[in-house]
């Protein structure tokens, strides 16, 4: 009878734990893996270094550090691996780029590639787009003014990257064009390309560069987003020709 009980329990426990894993956001799922998956990898490390393996447990431990973002000796003795974390690019620790419409504010990190976004106005004002699932921004699409819904269709492209297949019965879901707005600032494109006033052309083109290996169309990315991007270098570069 225990073991019937036990059995029970263990089929109840891993049901919820592969709903929990369905409903996940992707972007926080894989920021867990990660994070278990690394500090995993040093326990194995530490206990096979105690036995003097260290032929095995030091990569091992380079494997794990580089999960939970830390390589050892910097980026430059170690380009692959850091590359395969996200941070073969020291340029793209710690940098992001911002862009805003009337409704919605996104932050693209440029190490990791993932997107955030938050309402700045409206009765959703304050509240992150992590916070909604897929029904109800889909929902909120109709009613956005043209810029806002070409932002919040980029964020449910990089979130839900299959939603469109699943909108185009109720008449959303197409990638829309450019949305109509006003000439770009400077403050607007130094944003978008996460750079600070002042950047000359090198960092420019270099921050450009990586941006479109992440949001260009034919990778998956967004074609708005991609657009704001060529704007932003287009406008820096003609402000540093001038």
Known sequence: MPTLIA????????????????????????????????????????????????AVAIPIGIFGAGLLGWV?????GFG??????????????????QVRSQLIEMILDHGSGQIAGRFISGPNAGRSLDDFDLPQL??????????????LESYLDRRFPAWRQHAQGDGAGGQRGAAARGKMTEEEAYQILGLQPGAGRDEIARAHRSLMKKLHPDQGGSTYLAARVNEAKDTLLRTHHS
């Open 72 to 76: 050892p000796f910097g980026t430059q």
């Open 7 to 54: 059995g029970v329990i263990a089929v109840v426990v891993l049901y919820s734990l592969l709903q929990m894993f369905r409903a996940a956001n992707p972007a926080v799922l894989a920021r867990a893996l990660k994070i278990v998956g690394g500090v995993v990898s040093l326990a194995v490390a530490a206990f096979t270094g105690v036995r003097g393996e260290f």
């Open 138 to 151: 889909a929902a909120m699409i109709g009613g956005f003014d043209a810029e806002s819904a070409a932002l």
């Open 80 to 97: 692959g691996i850091g590359g395969l974390f996200g941070s073969g690019d020291p340029r793209g620790s710690g940098q992001t780029s």
